[in-house]
């Protein structure tokens, strides 16, 4: 089958919150939940500035591993889990979610939160996954490729009550950002 | 080392232009179909791209599937940005509609698209925006809509002004309605720019220019099409989106995606 060109992206710019930001889109759960957690981090820029308008957008298994495929993200019912969520970081550069966690594909899969950020100064959306830390690790095929160095930067720091994750879109630090198989550069 | 604030240095549009013609040079005859994310002449890049190659993986299952919007999500009037106010909006009412489709042409059915823009007068209504241009009453510039099962979208709206900005001395924006948009695969997620056709500004842009092949870019362009223009009300343009690969055909590992 021939292949269409595809559209370019461009930056998300800094006007972006009245559109894209919506009452609980970064509460998965309500933070009462049984078996709620928090995800949170910074994200910051190349010279260690937290950046304060950068969109961060979640999707995850649910805690049995699977897919959920429900509506309801941008107006939240308190009952369904929709997998889904974003969250556009605060003046110090901070982003947060409430959510479960998210449970592995299947037995010796690691699990991670698939993530994606945008930003002003960013020309286009950057993929990453946040791996727990406590998962089953070792057989994962994206970070057995890595030096343990770049290896951290997708690993979520354990502590009570979730994890942190924080986001390095450059610097020494810098995240490990992903391209999929099969993409345009 | 700190950088300097960017308002400290007054570049020129000359030298920025220069510097987009320069990377164009470079690039010449080269892929480019996506911008570039080290882009010196769009300033604020410079501390926000990453330096290391992005590392190649198969997605993986979770990242095959999207997240599902749907009616709850959106009301119908969304899609219409003239309502919802006292009183109609200042400025050229105007269709925007395409279709969205992956790679291999097969559209992308009730997802999830969501724009937003500026006034008639350039102005954004969000505190940050400090251009000295009216607000107003009548219009937010946000919309979202579901997708139709043949992929449509269709937008009512008026016509963004161009506005300026800081990157450099005497900078503007050629007018742009951003579009973020979800495909049937999380890799698919896309966020945007569409523009109009034959605006001044665009090779004076470093946010356009940074896709550096022509054609790519071109993309990006809305068509005038008499055909959508509604008599005594509105002009019409269309713009259709191509989503990069297309979900994998899914076999019986299905699971429960109920």
């Given at each position: 089958m021939p292949e269409l060109a595809c559209t370019p992206g461009q930056t998300v710019g800094p006007f972006f919150h009245c559109a894209l930001a919506h009452p609980g889109d970064n509460q998965l759960v309500g933070d009462a939940q049984a078996g709620a957690i928090r995800l949170h981090g910074t994200v910051y820029d190349g010279a260690g500035d937290a950046v304060p308008d950068a969109l961060v957008e979640l999707w995850q298994t649910g805690p049995d591993g699977n897919i959920a495929q429900h509506a309801g993200s941008l107006r939240r019912d308190g009952k369904t889990f929709t997998g889904w969520g974003r969250c556009a970081t605060d003046?110090?550069?901070?982003?947060?979610?409430?959510?479960?966690?998210?449970?592995?594909?299947?037995?010796?899969?690691?699990?991670?939160?698939?993530?994606?950020?945008?930003a002003r100064g960013l020309l286009n959306r950057v993929f990453t996954r946040a791996y727990l830390p406590d998962s089953d690790l070792a057989a994962d095929r994206l970070l057995s490729a890595l030096d343990a160095a770049r290896r951290r930067t997708l690993i979520c720091d354990a502590e009570k009550g979730g994890y942190r994750f924080d986001i390095h879109l450059q610097g020494a630090n810098e995240t490990v950002f992903l391209a999929y198989?099969?993409?345009?550069e | 080392?700190?950088?300097?604030?960017?308002?400290?240095?007054?570049?020129?549009?000359?030298?920025?232009?220069?510097?987009?013609?320069?990377?164009?040079?470079?690039?010449?005859?080269?892929?480019g179909t996506q911008p570039r994310l080290n882009y010196p002449p769009y300033r604020s890049s410079q501390l926000r791209h990453p330096r290391s190659p992005f590392v190649c993986v198969d997605p993986d299952?979770?990242?095959?599937?999207?997240?599902?919007?749907?009616?709850?999500?959106?009301?119908?009037?969304?899609?219409?940005?003239?309502a919802g106010h006292p009183g109609q909006p200042i400025g050229e009412r105007i269709i925007v509609t395409g279709r969205l489709r992956d790679a291999t042409g097969r559209p992308v059915a009730g997802q999830l698209v969501e724009i937003w823009q500026a006034n008639a007068a350039g102005r954004y209504n969000h505190q940050q925006d400090q251009h000295p241009a009216p607000i107003d009453p009548n219009f937010t510039g946000v919309g979202r809509c579901l997708t139709e099962p043949d992929g449509t979208y269709r937008f009512l709206t008026i016509k963004p002004g161009p506005y300026p900005w800081r990157n450099h001395q005497n900078a503007w924006r050629p007018a742009h309605i951003h579009f973020s948009v979800f495909g049937t695969a999380f890799t698919q997620r896309l966020v945007t720019q569409m523009y109009f056709p034959g605006d001044p500004l665009f090779g004076l842009d470093p946010i356009y220019q940074s896709i550096v092949d022509p054609i790519a870019r071109q993309r990006l362009i809305a068509t005038y099409d008499h055909d959508l223009t509604e008599p005594e009300y509105a002009t019409g343009y269309r713009w259709d989106i191509v989503l990069a690969g297309s979900r994998p055909t899914w076999t019986e590992t299905n699971g429960d995606h109920a």
């Open positions: 003046a110090a550069g901070r982003y947060s979610f409430s959510t479960l966690t998210p449970g592995a594909p299947a037995a010796g899969r690691a699990a991670f939160f698939a993530m994606v950020v945008f198989r099969g993409d345009p | 080392m700190k950088a300097a604030p960017e308002s400290a240095r007054a570049v020129s549009q000359r030298e920025i232009t220069v510097q987009i013609a320069r990377i164009a040079a470079d690039h010449h005859g080269k892929e299952e979770l990242e095959c599937w999207a997240p599902c919007f749907g009616r709850r999500d959106v009301d119908p009037l969304d899609a219409d940005l003239t």
